[in-house]
């Protein structure tokens, strides 16, 4: 029987991320925020190429409880452990895994000015709904949420500007502190999503612009397929992709958003990823204007094709990723592509709305007949909203 992965209402996180702050520190926290994951719909490792990314805010949240210190000092509590340090000692690398997402967003924000120089550090619980190590930027949701408790906290601008100023803090929080060189997509939807809307990420000017995204209006689904394959960003493979991309942009003197023709590339490594950059965005552009023109069920076979090419020229797919995205094409759905950083994680497959329980059936029986670990699976039909305070009285 195929498992799935609900998503938590506000009140429901709310309320367990107090409990588990009252627990920890012996006290109520000042409030309670939350932030999305996202799965992109199209628009795959270009956001650090300057390209244009199609994400989508999911309705599985992650929340922080927060309360303000005077002694300099940040305690982090998740279902992953505890930490506690000095807010002056954060440093790349310090502290390490989970809780650097935290720590880094202090550090940034100290940094750019957005929190006081007499910053007295803050207590913070985290609950969650998104599935971790599923490529669907758990790690972004908890930098965001935490970002915007920070800023409303310390009377820093909220309003959409500000929000991009949070964004930006956030992308360095992951870049420089939890050594995830990743771009700035998921910190943008996360803080800027739109319910009932896709966002178009322009990268190059860091400008966003929604998108109407009304699957359930022409009868279909989208189906995020957590494979349970590792998704790790900091074990050198995201960071040679992206070098590679910088080497080819710097060999043809220009961004890949103004390359069209890459066969001047002699190192067939680099020719290989220019290639999946350029025609990514490309694909991009296709699959905004069938969007912008009602057309969602045209969108299938370029979600298909950007798996090929993430495949096979980028080479950021895995096992469990293809059997994932062949078994739902077969299974009936329109199109299908990994979906995240690749080397594991999850894949999104543009299927009819009511044969979501089917395709998930035949999926699962496809990776359990090549031995592989039983995926889990999310459904959407619309688009959550972005970063927001979450009333404790709910």
């Not at 989208?222 to 910088?246: C, F, M, N």
């Not at 035949?362 to 972005?386: H, I, K, N, Q």
């Amino acid at each position: 029987m195929s498992e799935w992965v609900e998503s938590l209402s506000d009140s429901a996180l709310a309320a367990a991320v107090v409990d588990r702050f009252l627990g920890q520190f012996g006290t109520d926290p000042e409030g309670v925020w939350a932030a999305p994951g996202r799965v992109n719909l199209i628009g795959e490792h270009v956001d650090y190429a300057q390209g244009l990314s199609l994400p989508i805010a999911l309705p599985h949240s992650t929340v922080v409880a927060v309360g303000r210190r005077r002694d300099g000092m940040l305690r982090c509590r998740s279902g992953l452990g505890s930490w506690t340090g000095r807010v002056d000692e954060i440093a790349p690398g310090n502290p390490p895994d989970w809780a650097a997402y935290l720590a880094g967003v202090v550090w940034a924000m100290r940094r750019d000015g957005l929190l006081d120089s007499d910053f007295g550090g803050v207590d913070v619980a985290v609950e969650s709904s998104v599935p971790i190590g599923a490529g669907l930027s758990s790690s972004a949701a908890l930098e965001c949420a935490l970002a915007l408790a920070l800023a409303d906290l310390s009377g820093a601008p909220t309003d959409d500007a500000g929000r991009a100023a949070l964004a930006g803090c956030c992308v360095r929080a992951e870049n420089d502190i939890a050594l995830a060189p990743t771009g700035g997509m998921d910190q943008a939807i996360s803080l800027r999503a739109e319910v009932g809307h896709a966002l178009l990420v322009d990268s190059r000017d860091g400008g966003v612009a929604p998108v109407p995204f009304d699957l359930a209006g022409e009868g279909l689904a989208l189906l995020v397929i957590d494979t349970r394959a590792p998704h790790r960003l900091v074990d050198g493979q995201y960071a040679q992709r992206r070098a590679s991309v910088e080497a080819a942009a710097a060999t043809l003197g220009a961004s890949l958003r103004e390359v069209t023709d890459v066969s001047a590339l002699t190192d067939p490594v680099l020719r290989s990823r220019a290639r999946h950059v350029v025609s990514e965005i490309g694909r991009v552009r296709e699959v905004l204007s069938l969007m912008e023109s009602g057309r969602h069920r045209e969108l299938g076979p370029l979600l298909t094709a950007s798996h090929v090419s993430l495949r096979d020229d980028y080479e950021v797919s895995c096992p469990e990723l293809d059997c994932a995205v062949d078994s739902a094409l077969a299974a009936g759905a329109h199109g299908a592509r990994m979906t995240g950083g690749g080397f594991g994680g999850s894949a999104i497959a543009l299927i009819d709305a009511g044969a979501a329980e089917r395709v998930a059936a035949e999926v699962l029986a496809a990776a359990r007949s090549r031995g592989l670990t039983d995926p889990r699976f999310l459904r959407l039909t619309a688009c959550s909203g972005p970063a927001r305070r979450v009333p404790l009285t709910c």
